[in-house]
C-alpha cells in the first residue's frame, strides 16, 4: 500500500468511527473564556484549575524575564541554556516537594518519555496503570523493557504481576489523578507495596499538582508518600507550560547524563522560569483559589442531582459524564456549544471504546451562575 492510500485509509476508518480530530483557533483562551470570530463560550474544557493563566503577576514576571533575557534559551541546558532563573526554579520545586532535587523540562510528555528511556534495561519491567497517560504507556512500550499493564487503580492486580519473576528492576507507573476519570491513584497502598517489592515508584501528579494537599503539594503529599520519581506539570495548576522530574541527586546527575530529552532540547527559556517561579508562589500562596474551586466541584454535583444526573465518583477538578456512543458524544457537545459552554468530546482511542464522554473541567474562575447555565445546558442537551 502506498503512502497515499495508507494515510487515506487511516483517515477514512477515523472519520467512518467517529473519532476524527480536529482544531479550532481560538483567541484569548483562559479559565472561564473562549473567543473565534465574535463568538464566545464558557469554557469548561480547559485544565486551568486555579485561573493563573491570566494572572496579572505572572504575566508581569514573564515580561520582565523576557525584556531582561531574552525570549529563548539560545541552546540545551547543557550548553549555554542553564540561566540561574532555571536553577532557581529548579531549587524551590525540590524544597517545596521535599526531593534533593528538580529537573526541568519542556513538557510533561517529554518528562515521562526522558525518564522511562534512560533509566529502563532490556532485562528491566515497567508494571503499568491501564488507564496511565498516553506519554507514560508509549514511553514503557518503546524502551527495552518489558511493560507489563494492572488493572486500574487495582492493588491486587499490581500484587499478582509483581509476582512473576523479572531478572532486571521493577518500575510501578501511575498518575495522581487521572486526566480523563478524574480519579485518584490508591498511592499509600501502591506505594507500600512498591517497597515492600524493592521496586521503584513513578507518579505523573499533572493534575494533582496545585490542587490537592497542603499548600497544593499535589497527591502524593496528601497521601503521605514520596515516590523515588514525581512528575510535576505546569500547564494545568500553574496556568502554564512545561514539567519537572523530583528525585535524588544520584537520579538526576543520571538524568543528565543519559536523559536525551533534556541534553538535546533547546532549554526552557529563562523568562517562562521567571514566570513559573511566580506561579509557583501564587499556588503556595493559593488555599483561597483552592477552597474556590472544590467549592465550585461540589456544587456543580448538586446540580447534577437536582437535574437528575448521577454525578461523577471524582472529586477533582475532572468531571467526565460518560455517554459511550461517539456520535452522540459530539452531537451532546455540539449542542453545548450551541448554547455557549464549550466542552470536550473525548473518544477512543483516548479513552477505551464504548466510554465516549463529555470531559467536564472545573476552574476557581468560574461562578455559580457558570456552572449553573451548563448544567441547565446539559439537561436540555440530553433531553
Same mark, same amino acid.
Given at each position: 500500500?502506498?503512502?497515499?492510500?495508507?494515510?487515506?485509509?487511516?483517515? /477514512?476508518?477515523? =472519520?467512518?468511527? $467517529?473519532?476524527?480530530?480536529?482544531?479550532? !483557533? *481560538?483567541?484569548?483562551?483562559? #479559565?472561564? +473564556? &473562549?473567543?473565534?470570530?465574535?463568538?464566545?463560550?464558557?469554557?469548561?474544557?480547559?485544565?486551568?484549575?486555579?485561573?493563573?493563566?491570566?494572572?496579572?503577576?505572572?504575566?508581569?514576571?514573564?515580561?520582565?524575564?523576557?525584556?531582561?533575557?531574552?525570549?529563548?534559551?539560545? /541552546?540545551?541546558? =547543557?550548553?549555554? $541554556?542553564?540561566?540561574?532563573?532555571?536553577? !532557581? *526554579?529548579?531549587?524551590?520545586? #525540590?524544597? +517545596? &516537594?521535599?526531593?534533593?532535587?528538580?529537573?526541568?523540562?519542556?513538557?510533561?510528555?517529554?518528562?515521562?518519555?526522558?525518564?522511562?528511556?534512560?533509566?529502563?534495561?532490556?532485562?528491566?519491567?515497567?508494571?503499568?496503570?491501564?488507564?496511565?497517560?498516553?506519554?507514560?504507556?508509549?514511553?514503557?512500550?518503546?524502551?527495552?523493557?518489558?511493560?507489563?499493564?494492572?488493572?486500574?487503580?487495582?492493588?491486587?492486580?499490581?500484587?499478582?504481576?509483581?509476582?512473576?519473576?523479572?531478572?532486571?528492576?521493577?518500575?510501578?507507573?501511575?498518575?495522581?489523578?487521572?486526566?480523563?476519570?478524574?480519579?485518584?491513584?490508591?498511592?499509600?497502598?501502591?506505594?507500600?507495596?512498591?517497597?515492600?517489592?524493592?521496586?521503584?515508584?513513578?507518579?505523573?501528579?499533572?493534575?494533582?499538582?496545585?490542587?490537592?494537599?497542603?499548600?497544593?503539594?499535589?497527591?502524593?503529599?496528601?497521601?503521605?508518600?514520596?515516590?523515588?520519581?514525581?512528575?510535576?506539570?505546569?500547564?494545568?495548576?500553574?496556568?502554564?507550560?512545561?514539567?519537572?522530574?523530583?528525585?535524588?541527586?544520584?537520579?538526576?546527575?543520571?538524568?543528565?547524563?543519559?536523559?536525551?530529552?533534556?541534553?538535546?532540547?533547546?532549554?526552557?527559556?529563562?523568562?517562562?522560569?521567571?514566570?513559573?517561579?511566580?506561579?509557583?508562589?501564587?499556588?503556595?500562596?493559593?488555599?483561597?483559589?483552592?477552597?474556590?474551586?472544590?467549592?465550585?466541584?461540589?456544587?456543580?454535583?448538586?446540580?447534577?442531582?437536582?437535574?437528575?444526573?448521577?454525578?461523577?465518583?471524582?472529586?477533582?477538578?475532572?468531571?467526565?459524564?460518560?455517554?459511550?456512543?461517539?456520535?452522540?458524544?459530539?452531537?451532546?457537545?455540539?449542542?453545548?456549544?450551541?448554547?455557549?459552554?464549550?466542552?470536550?468530546?473525548?473518544?477512543?482511542?483516548?479513552?477505551?471504546?464504548?466510554?465516549?464522554?463529555?470531559?467536564?473541567?472545573?476552574?476557581?474562575?468560574?461562578?455559580?451562575?457558570?456552572?449553573?447555565?451548563?448544567?441547565?445546558?446539559?439537561?436540555?442537551?440530553?433531553?
Amino acid at each position: 500500500m502506498s503512502w497515499s492510500a495508507r494515510i487515506e485509509s487511516a483517515l /477514512a476508518a477515523r =472519520h467512518a468511527a $467517529g473519532a476524527f480530530r480536529s482544531r479550532q !483557533a *481560538l483567541s484569548r483562551p483562559d #479559565a472561564r +473564556w &473562549l473567543e473565534s470570530a465574535g463568538q464566545r463560550w464558557l469554557n469548561f474544557a480547559g485544565n486551568d484549575y486555579l485561573g493563573l493563566s491570566h494572572h496579572p503577576a505572572v504575566i508581569s514576571a514573564w515580561q520582565q524575564g523576557a525584556a531582561a533575557h531574552g525570549v529563548g534559551s539560545t /541552546a540545551s541546558s =547543557h550548553v549555554t $541554556g542553564f540561566n540561574p532563573a532555571q536553577a !532557581a *526554579l529548579e531549587h524551590a520545586l #525540590a524544597d +517545596w &516537594l521535599g526531593y534533593p532535587r528538580a529537573l526541568l523540562f519542556l513538557s510533561g510528555f517529554a518528562a515521562n518519555q526522558a525518564v522511562i528511556t534512560a533509566l529502563m534495561g532490556k532485562d528491566d519491567r515497567v508494571l503499568a496503570d491501564k488507564l496511565a497517560h498516553a506519554s507514560l504507556l508509549e514511553a514503557s512500550a518503546l524502551c527495552p523493557a518489558q511493560l507489563r499493564r494492572f488493572s486500574h487503580n487495582s492493588v491486587a492486580s499490581l500484587a499478582q504481576r509483581l509476582q512473576s519473576p523479572v531478572s532486571g528492576e521493577t518500575l510501578i507507573v501511575t498518575e495522581g489523578v487521572f486526566s480523563m476519570d478524574g480519579d485518584s491513584a490508591p498511592l499509600a497502598d501502591l506505594h507500600a507495596l512498591s517497597q515492600q517489592a524493592g521496586s521503584w515508584l513513578l507518579v505523573d501528579d499533572a493534575h494533582g499538582i496545585g490542587v490537592l494537599g497542603e499548600g497544593g503539594r499535589g497527591s502524593c503529599w496528601q497521601q503521605g508518600v514520596r515516590p523515588e520519581l514525581l512528575i510535576v506539570t505546569f500547564g494545568k495548576a500553574f496556568g502554564l507550560s512545561g514539567a519537572a522530574i523530583l528525585c535524588s541527586d544520584a537520579v538526576a546527575d543520571y538524568l543528565l547524563q543519559f536523559a536525551r530529552h533534556l541534553i538535546y532540547s533547546t532549554a526552557m527559556p529563562p523568562a517562562q522560569a521567571l514566570a513559573l517561579h511566580r506561579a509557583l508562589q501564587c499556588v503556595q500562596q493559593g488555599d483561597a483559589l483552592r477552597a474556590q474551586l472544590h467549592s465550585n466541584i461540589a456544587f456543580f454535583q448538586q446540580q447534577l442531582r437536582q437535574h437528575g444526573w448521577t454525578p461523577p465518583v471524582s472529586t477533582t477538578p475532572i468531571q467526565p459524564i460518560i455517554v459511550g456512543d461517539n456520535a452522540r458524544t459530539l452531537a451532546l457537545a455540539a449542542r453545548l456549544r450551541d448554547r455557549g459552554y464549550w466542552v470536550g468530546a473525548i473518544r477512543p482511542p483516548t479513552v477505551p471504546p464504548g466510554t465516549a464522554r463529555l470531559r467536564i473541567t472545573l476552574s476557581a474562575a468560574h461562578t455559580q451562575a457558570d456552572i449553573r447555565g451548563l448544567v441547565e445546558a446539559l439537561s436540555d442537551a440530553g433531553e
